[in-house]
């Protein structure tokens, strides 16, 4: 079992930037990545990374804007949010998957474990 605990997240006007982080109480699972879910709305993965090798995938929207990245040392995932925009608002997760193969960016929301989620929230 992998306790994740993310943290970062804030009120910002449009065009500002947050950091997101999420702790993993053991070693990163080979699977690590973000989702979000705005109210009234569905869970939508954005980004993913590949423990392994350090390769990341993201969501077309937040393309260019968002990175996700990893430090193995610490056991913690970062987002780094820049160009926020109001349809960013949601709230964000933290989540994980021990299992390697055939893993998309959308599905981020099904991985086996998930943290308790941060607020964004950007004002116009």
């Known amino acids: 079992q992998v306790q994740l605990v993310e943290s970062g997240g804030g009120s910002v006007q449009a065009g500002g930037s947050l950091r997101l982080s999420c702790v993993a109480s053991g070693n990163l699972p080979s699977r690590t990545g973000w989702f979000r879910q705005a109210p009234g709305k569905e869970r939508v993965g954005i980004a993913v990374?590949?423990?392994?090798?350090?390769?990341?995938f993201y969501a077309d929207s937040v393309v260019g804007r968002f990175t996700i990245s990893q430090d193995k040392v610490k056991n913690t995932v970062y987002l780094e949010m820049n160009s926020l925009k109001p349809e960013d608002t949601a709230m964000y997760y933290c989540a994980a998957s021990p299992f390697v193969a055939g893993w998309s960016v959308a599905d981020v929301p099904i991985f086996t474990y998930r943290g308790q989620g941060t607020q964004v929230t950007v004002s116009s």
């Open positions: 990374l590949y423990s392994e090798d350090g390769s990341t």
